[in-house]
Nanobody, 125 residues
Framework: QVQLVESGGGPVQAGGSLRLSCVVSGRTSSIYGMAWFRQAPGTEREVVAA????????YYADSVKGRFTISSDNAKNTVYLEMNSLKPEDTAVYYC??????????????????WGQGTQVTVSS
């Protein structure tokens, strides 16, 4: 089993920055990839950034490209999402997720077996 705990969300003004952290514990050797998803009220949960547990092969949704950065610190078993130039449309609950070696595409929610509890990010104009 793998456990994920997010932190770092909160209120921020447009143009500001936040760094989300996801501490991973348990059977980390079973993890192949990590991702950050977000879900705003009334919308589907969408992937915003993904990478391999080793830290390479990054992916970003077009809506966050150039503003968000995903990174991994395997020594600390932590994945980060650095969010800059935040916009009101970035307001959502952000979730950290992990997928194993035998899983589907990193773009699909169904490919991820493990999820954190979510952390709220609220960007005001």
């Amino acid at each position: 089993q793998v456990q994920l705990v997010e932190s770092g969300g909160g209120p921020v003004q447009a143009g500001g920055s936040l760094r989300l952290s996801c501490v991973v514990s348990g059977r980390t050797s079973s993890i192949y990839g990590m991702a950050w998803f977000r879900q705003a009220p009334g919308t589907e949960r969408e992937v915003v950034a993904a990478n391999r547990w080793s830290g390479n092969s990054e992916y970003y949704a077009d809506s966050v490209k150039g503003r968000f950065t995903i990174s991994s610190d395997n020594a600390k078993n932590t994945v980060y999402l650095e969010m800059n130039s935040l916009k009101p449309e970035d307001t959502a609950v952000y979730y950290c997720a992990a997928r194993g070696y035998i899983s589907g595409t990193y773009l699909r929610r169904e490919s991820y077996s493990y999820w954190g509890q979510g952390t709220q990010v609220t960007v005001s104009s």
